[in-house]
């Protein structure tokens, strides 16, 4: 079996039972859809890179499944879980100190962790129109999350950094102009 099929067979097995929070009156949606959009975002981009797509499929299975360091390595080995731990926010913690770590840290991530947190981070903005998020918290993230996709395409960064900023892009347009039209306060 594939490392990538492993890797989703994983993650859908662990965040099996766990939804995505909705705007009322909307369904519930299923977690795993969120990984499985941000696989596919990388794979759009990074073509099969084993390590990428993989992690794109687990970057959430730490914070949110109690998965460790220890099984991911023992599963998926080394390269896999350590981007994994890349993406990974320190749950010591307080939630402004994690933002401003993924900030700092986003130019010095591996190529396979910086490509995961931009289609993370595009996958959230999609999410959006449907969230009920008020348009100030949808601002905010934006704010935030410019600034991380800043640093994972700098201008070191390979081939990926175009396609990915024009995703990036289409869906801070996309977000803000629902918040405008749909957004509640939360």
């Known amino acids: 079996m594939s ?3 492993k890797a989703q067979r994983f993650a859908t097995e662990r965040h099996k ?3 995505r929070d909705t705007a009322p009156g909307l369904p519930p949606v299923m977690y795993i859809e969120h990984p499985r959009e941000v696989a596919g975002i990388v ?6 890179s084993y390590v990428a797509v993989s992690a794109a499929w687990l970057h959430d299975v ?6 460790s360091r220890g099984e991911l390595i023992g599963l998926f080995g080394d390269g ?15 939630k402004i100190e994690r933002k401003r770590m993924q900030i ?10 910086r490509v995961v947190k931009v289609a993370d ?13 008020s348009h100030s918290a949808v601002e905010a993230y934006v704010e935030h999350a410019t600034l991380v996709v800043d640093g994972c395409l700098s201008p070191r960064n390979e081939v990926v950094r175009e396609p990915l900023r ?13 918040s405008v039209f749909f957004g509640v306060d939360r």
């Not at 730490?62 to 998965?67: A, L, M, Q, T």
């Not at 024009?166 to 629902?178: C, D, I, L, S």
């Open 80 to 94: 896999i879980a350590e981007t994994v731990m890349e993406l990974t926010d320190d749950p010591r913690l307080s």
């Open 62 to 67: 730490i914070e949110d499944c109690g998965v």
């Open 121 to 133: 981070k595009i996958s959230n903005l999609r999410s959006m129109p449907t969230s009920g998020w």
């Open 3 to 5: 490392l990538i099929l």
């Open 104 to 113: 700092i840290h986003a130019p010095a991530m591996s190529y396979a962790a």
């Open 17 to 19: 039972g766990q939804w």
């Open 166 to 178: 024009k995703m990036f892009n289409e869906a801070v347009v996309m977000a803000m102009a629902a």
């Open 43 to 48: 794979e759009r981009v990074a073509g099969k």
